[in-house]
């Protein structure tokens, strides 16, 4: 008896991590990582943020036990995440029609929701924007999804095809699954404005489609609330909807694998079945949830000024980001790069997709040591005073100028 033969034959690297991998190996010292999903400061570290140290802090005092978490989470986390996606005054929130529950990360979140899908007789289609995460297209198929894909940039690369997007959704069969990434879309930057997403929330309603909120980068934007936009079109009375959440990015915990699916349901009755359904799904993947990174987003969340001083460092993450973006731009144009920089400076999130083609973005690492993704994704948090002027002269060399 041996292993499928296909299993012998070497799979890909992941096209992302396999980067980093090629960016370690790489002896030349100038070399700039912006092919990386992590954010990282000015040294180039990702930094523990000062709020979960204080919370860890007060976590080793307590000394707590290591039993299993229940399958669903912790009860004060998941009540603290649905406060976070929603606010407590939301009429979601205050009519008791969403359950959360605690998974290892936003991947976590998603599989678990493509498995509850299937379990409880999902259309076995998905729509996933193109471009989008590549591991999204890996995660379904596994699942057994098929996948198809809707439209998300204009010819230009640089702004949202509403047009073609809706047009497509509106050929998707009646219960299809839609994903959508809620804020700071990867790999573009580019996210619906709250007319575009009322007019998705128009589409998934009237052909009937089961959105998935991708939310991994909540506060990594404009904001906490400014990033929970995509509500206004998606949060009405009479469309059930999924929400991925990921702590990995705005607590920087992404090795704790912390973050949470809820599900909205049109009322409390529907949102307690969909919780049966879930542990089920839970309990067949991982069976119970990790403790830790879960236990620090609970004492932040739950502690008025811890909390005030995460939003404090959050936004301080935002800021170096969006201080990033301005300083790209400005480079860009002042060297006179060949291409449209300006729309850049107003994009969501760490991602900016820069357009290239990939014999650019081979150049970039071959000839300069630059690491972009795809088509030239690159993460502004990469960005510093110091490597931007080599990044923008290397632009120049392969863009033209
Ligand atoms: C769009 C998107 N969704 C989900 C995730 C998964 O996040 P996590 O590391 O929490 O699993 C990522 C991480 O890169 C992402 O970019």
Redesign the pocket.
């Known amino acids: 008896m041996s292993l499928p033969t296909r299993s012998l034959t070497p799979a890909p690297p992941d096209p992302i991590l396999g980067l980093s991998e090629a960016f370690r190996a790489d002896p030349r010292p100038a070399k700039v990582n912006l092919a990386v999903?992590v954010y990282v400061d000015q040294t180039g570290t990702t930094p523990v943020m000062p709020s979960v140290l204080e919370a860890e802090r007060r976590l080793l005092a307590r000394a707590g036990s290591k039993g299993y978490l229940p399958i669903d989470g912790r009860p004060a986390y998941r009540e603290a995440v649905r406060d976070l996606v929603f606010e407590p005054d939301h009429e979601i929130v205050a009519g008791r029609r969403s359950v959360t529950v605690q998974t290892p990360?936003?991947?976590?979140a998603?599989r678990v929701a493509a498995d509850f899908l299937l379990q409880t007789g999902s259309n076995r289609t998905v729509w996933l924007s193109e471009p989008t995460?590549p591991?999204?297209t890996q995660l379904f198929s596994l699942a057994g999804f098929e996948v198809r894909r809707y439209p998300y940039l204009d010819a230009g690369g640089r702004h949202l095809d509403v047009a073609g997007m809706l047009s497509t959704l509106r050929s998707a069969a009646r219960g299809d699954v839609v994903v959508l990434?809620g804020s700071c879309h990867?790999p573009t930057g580019v996210d619906p404005d709250p007319a575009a997403w009322h007019a998705i929330g128009d589409v998934l309603r009237d052909r009937d489609l089961v959105p998935i909120v991708?939310f991994?980068?909540q506060g990594f934007g404009h904001g906490l609330r400014e990033d929970a936009d995509w509500q206004a079109g998606l949060a009405r009375p009479d469309l059930e909807f999924l929400v991925?959440s990921?702590?990995?990015k705005n607590f920087a915990l992404?090795n704790e694998?912390v973050?949470a699916l809820t599900v909205v349901a049109t009322d409390g009755q529907r949102a307690a079945a969909a919780l049966s359904h879930l542990k089920i799904a839970i309990r067949a993947n991982y069976s119970n949830p990790p403790s830790h990174g879960a236990d620090i987003v609970e004492t932040i969340l739950c502690d008025g000024a811890l909390r005030a001083q995460w939003e404090t460092e959050l936004a301080a993450m935002r800021g170096r980001i969006r201080g990033n973006r301005a300083a790209l731009v400005d480079a860009l144009e002042a060297a006179g790069v060949a291409g449209d920089w300006e729309p850049l400076r107003e994009q969501r999130g760490m991602f900016a997709l820069l357009g290239l083609t990939a014999e650019q973005v081979a150049r970039l690492r071959d000839e300069f040591a630059i690491y972009a993704v795809g088509r030239g994704r690159i993460n502004v948090a990469g960005l510093t005073e110091a490597n931007l002027p080599r990044v923008v002269d290397a632009l120049r060399a392969v863009a033209g100028g």
């Not at 990360?105 to 976590?108: D, N, S």
């Open positions: 999903g990360g936003g991947t976590g998603l995460w591991n999204h990434h990867n991708d991994a980068y991925c990921s702590f990995s992404y694998r973050g």
